[in-house]
């Protein structure tokens, strides 16, 4: 059944990332890793001529996905580019290949933020990112709402 409806579509993604925030009086401020889970949500129509009545194919979302968010942040370590924090690095020589540094703390919330922006620029333009949920554990999480902008 091919309709004109607005349809929310969804699938979730895993990866790990270990992080330290630079600064932070805790726990935080460590080197620490997670199993983030990533949930996109994206929404559009089916238009009367998309003989498949597929949005967008799940498999298609997925490469999107894996290309630009999963290959380039998966077993990585997110630090922020500071210059104390780039000297530290320096010394550890054969684990350089796998840091992201990043132009802010590597919080879920600024994580989650930096996800959104490269995501959206990636989706075919009749696609829109409607909502992205980042897990940092089982029971924390932060969220973007398209409707909250």
Known sequence: MVTKHTLRLSKKFSLEMAHA?????????????????LN??????????????????????KELIHRHIIEPFDHTLLLENRLEVRRWVEQMEDFTHNIVFLDFPPTAENIL???VKKIERVL???????????HETADSYVEWYRDDQ
Do not use: W
């Not at 925030?21 to 889970?37: F, W």
């Not at 089916?46 to 949005?55: C, L, S």
């Open 21 to 37: 925030i630079v600064g932070y009086h805790g726990k935080c401020s460590r080197i620490h890793g997670h199993s983030y889970q």
């Open 40 to 61: 996109i949500t994206v929404k559009g129509n089916i238009a009367q001529t998309n003989k498949t009545g597929m949005m967008i194919d799940f498999k298609e979302l």
């Open 113 to 115: 933020l930096l996800f």
């Open 124 to 134: 075919p333009p009749h696609i829109t990112l409607y909502a992205v949920r980042l």
